[in-house]
């Protein structure tokens, strides 16, 4: 099993930053997909990147390309979203998730951290 925990969510005036963390613990991770989504209130699930453990390779979605950096330290098993110029509509609840491989279904779950954006 994979527990993950995140952190850093708060709140945050509009154009700030602030940077998640999801500590990973249990299960060894070479192959795995971490990811972050995002959940505003009365929306869908978001997806917004993911990180491949074993290379870095990363994706974003067209929304926070510029604005999000994901990456990961192996060493640490964490993986973090570099969150800049934050906007309200970024309020949300962040979640990172874990899939064994690339194109496995994301099956761990965070239990999710609160970030509001004041305008």
């Known amino acids: 099993q994979v527990q993950l925990v995140e952190s850093g969510g708060g709140l945050v005036q509009a154009g700030g930053s602030l940077r998640l963390s999801c500590a990973a613990s249990?299960?060894?991770?070479?192959?795995?997909?971490m990811g972050w989504f995002r959940q505003a209130p009365g929306k869908q699930r978001e997806f917004l990147a993911s990180?491949?453990?074993?290379?870095?390779?990363?994706y974003y979605v067209d929304s926070v390309k510029g604005r999000f950096t994901i990456s990961r330290d192996n060493a640490k098993k964490t993986v973090y979203l570099q969150m800049n110029s934050l906007k309200p509509e970024d309020t949300a609840v962040y979640y990172c998730?874990?899939?064994?491989?690339?194109?496995?279904?994301?099956?761990?779950w965070g239990q999710g951290t609160q970030v509001t954006v004041s305008s």
């Open positions: 249990g299960r060894t991770f070479s192959n795995y997909v």
């Open positions: 990180i491949v453990w074993s290379d870095g390779s990363t």
């Open positions: 998730a874990g899939a064994e491989r690339i194109g496995s279904t994301y099956d761990y």
